[in-house]
């Protein structure tokens, strides 16, 4: 994630990030709008997935490797959190409800192509 931003636009953190720091750069702009840039730039997303999922580079991401990335990167960047470890809990809580939201949206362009 932090190699696709660059650092010029996002400042890389670890878990070895003292808790002061690191709630500073939970709230820096840099990291509200690569939180934002996330959720509204699915090429931005595409090219995260692709680092991760290698494998995948001449295919479509699948929903569930597309909703892993958007849970790992609203564990990290989200500012109302206030940490950045990720456990299987809290990616799976995450996982599924971006399946429900991804399944959502899928539903309503279906029913609005179907209708047009």
């Known amino acids: 994630m ?14 070895t990030t003292s808790s002061l720091k690191l709630a500073e750069w939970k709230t820096s702009e840099k990291t509200r709008t690569a939180y934002n840039d996330i959720f509204q730039n699915s ?7 692709y680092a991760v ?3 995948y580079k001449q295919e479509s991401l699948p ?3 597309c909703a892993y ?6 564990i990290l960047l989200n ?20 399946l429900v939201r991804i399944r959502r ?4 362009l279906f029913e609005y192509f179907t209708n047009f």
């Open 2 to 15: 932090f190699a696709v931003f660059g650092e010029n636009r996002l400042k890389p953190v670890d878990s």
């Open 43 to 49: 090429e931005l997303l595409s090219k995260i997935g």
């Open 53 to 55: 999922f290698k494998q």
């Open 63 to 65: 929903t569930m490797h």
């Open 69 to 74: 990335i958007l849970s790992i990167c609203d």
């Open 79 to 98: 500012p109302k959190s206030s940490g950045i470890k990720c456990n299987d809990k809290s990616i799976t809580r995450r996982i599924n409800a971006f």
């Open 105 to 108: 949206f899928l539903k309503l």
